[in-house]
């Protein structure tokens, strides 16, 4: 492709991966890798039988939906499943839930 009489360049150039490099080098070990924690998970949430496409959570429970045209609800506190609603026609791409219905 030819923009103003000059060839478009395509992909990075070597100065923009030298200072991408220098900025993953420098920053991501000083900072970045101070605030991750690496720890393993109080429990696993399972019961989704295909892949799990959206969650919403608050302070009591956790809302997952899936391919599966599921949506289960787990507890925040122990990670058991609370309940599980199969109505979906197809898979579960979004939800919503408040103190009285989920969406």
Do not use: Y
Request: proline fraction near 2%; glycine fraction near 6%.
């Amino acid at each position: 492709t030819v923009v103003r009489g000059r060839k478009r360049r395509t992909g990075f150039s070597k100065p923009a991966t030298f200072w991408r490099q220098s900025f993953i080098d420098r920053f991501h070990d000083d900072v970045w890798a101070d605030h991750v924690v690496h720890t393993a998970p109080d429990f696993v949430m399972t019961g989704h039988e295909a892949l799990v496409t959206c969650l919403k959570f608050d302070d009591s429970k956790l809302v997952s939906g899936a391919f599966d045209s599921s949506l289960r609800v787990f507890s925040m506190a122990d990670g058991q499943r609370l309940g599980t609603i199969k109505d979906h026609t197809a898979g579960v791409v979004c939800l919503d839930f408040n103190s009285k219905f989920i969406a």
